[in-house]
Nanobody, 123 residues
Framework: QLQLVESGGGLVQPGGSLRLSCAAS????????IGWFRQAPGKEREKVSC????????DYANSVKGRFIISRDNAKNTVYLQMNSLKPENTAIYYC????????????????WGQGTQVTVAS
């Protein structure tokens, strides 16, 4: 069974950091580009960041550039999202998703999704 599982979410104060993990089971991630998406209450799901299958190409939403870092360890079959200088508006459920393609792709192309992990930024 192909599965993605996110972890690392939680409650953090503004200015704090969290590292999200996306672990795959049932398949190897090294031929998949991986995206991180988020959905805040009352808002549409949006792309946060993505990384190509080799890790050589990355992309970020303008709102997180310079604060978030995406990385992957294909040997561990895991992708990470390091989130620094968190703001209350970053509060959302964060999802990882996989597309069997070298490059990052539009959201609708991602075939496999995790269940999400809640990130809450509040004092």
């Amino acid at each position: 069974q192909l599965q993605l599982v996110e972890s690392g979410g939680g409650l953090v104060q503004p200015g704090g950091s969290l590292r999200l993990s996306c672990a795959a089971s049932g398949f190897t991630l090294d031929v998949y580009a991986i995206g991180w998406f988020r959905q805040a209450p009352g808002k549409e799901r949006e792309k946060v960041s993505c990384i190509s299958s080799s890790g050589g190409d990355t992309d970020y939403a303008n709102s997180v550039k310079g604060r978030f870092i995406i990385s992957r360890d294909n040997a561990k079959n895991t992708v990470y999202l390091q989130m620094n200088s968190l703001k209350p508006e970053n509060t959302a459920i964060y999802y990882c998703a996989a597309v069997r393609f070298y490059f990052c792709s539009p959201q609708y192309e991602y075939a496999y999704w995790g269940q999400g992990t809640q990130v809450t930024v509040a004092s």
